[in-house]
């Protein structure tokens, strides 16, 4: 009943920007922390960003602070994720994830639902 369905990928040059939707399904949204996670080729799934139910509070990795932003829009159900000054290091698949506990997310790293994930490729 649950889904989480990812888009916005796809292939751009280092420099570029790209901009992620999940949309939500199945489950009270506006009571949901949203977050995201990628997983790179021979690498472990790494978080990424996460928001609260709210909006009202962010977290970023360190690896994406000031290039990466997370919003979302509760009358659409969606989360977002805007990527800017991409890197061949930020090529991974990129996993949307929903959690009534934002530390479920943030500092657990283990979410209650997960999306199918969705192709971000960085050439150099």
């Known amino acids: 009943q649950v889904q989480l369905v990812e888009s916005g990928g796809g292939l751009v040059q280092a420099g570029g920007s790209l901009r992620l939707a999940c949309a939500a399904s199945g489950l009270p949204f506006g009571s949901y922390a949203m977050g995201w996670f990628r997983q790179a080729p021979g690498k472990e799934r790494e978080f990424v960003a996460v928001i609260s139910f709210g909006g009202s509070t962010t977290y970023y990795a360190d690896s994406v602070k000031g290039r990466f932003t997370i919003s979302r829009d509760n009358v659409k159900n969606t989360v977002y994720l805007q990527m800017i000054s991409l890197e061949p290091e930020d090529t991974a698949v990129y996993y949307c994830?929903?959690?009534?506990?934002?530390?479920?997310?943030?500092?657990?790293?283990?979410?209650?639902?997960w999306g199918q994930g969705t192709q971000v490729t960085v050439s150099s």
């Open positions: 994830a929903a959690d009534l506990r934002i530390n479920s997310i943030k500092v657990r790293r283990s979410p209650d639902y």
